[in-house]
């Protein structure tokens, strides 16, 4: 099981992984369990991007569970992530191609 901070509608971070798998690419979204294949590492990581900034948007707009911010995706998927993580610390480059942390922050302005 991995232990990562719990999301919430109000505030979260969303963990993404792009990473090449033979001859393409796989995007991982880590804390919504969202995964996609693609032949250019740019436009998967804007994909993969997209599709949790929309499954956020959706549990927010129709006050879903705070549970569907937190499906994190398979043990394999995240030994990647920290594989890579950890070679970013070393002065070789990473066979990893993207890695990012997306904290996000849900302001409501309340009229009196």
């Known amino acids: 099981m991995i232990s990562r901070p719990y999301n919430t509608k109000e505030s979260g971070v969303i963990e993404y992984l792009v990473y090449k798998e033979g001859n393409s690419y796989v995007g991982v979204c880590l804390s919504f369990d969202i995964i996609e294949e693609g032949d250019d590492p740019h436009k998967l990581m804007l994909s993969i991007q997209e599709a949790a900034e ?15 911010l937190n499906r994190h995706t398979e043990e394999k998927y995240w030994t ?21 942390s997306y904290p996000y922050y849900f302001y409501q302005c309340r009229t009196a």
């Open 54 to 68: 929309l499954h956020l948007k959706v549990v927010r707009d129709k006050n879903m569970s705070d549970e569907l």
């Open 80 to 100: 990647i992530y920290f594989q890579a993580m950890g070679e970013l610390q070393k002065p070789i480059a990473s066979p990893y191609q993207f890695l990012t």
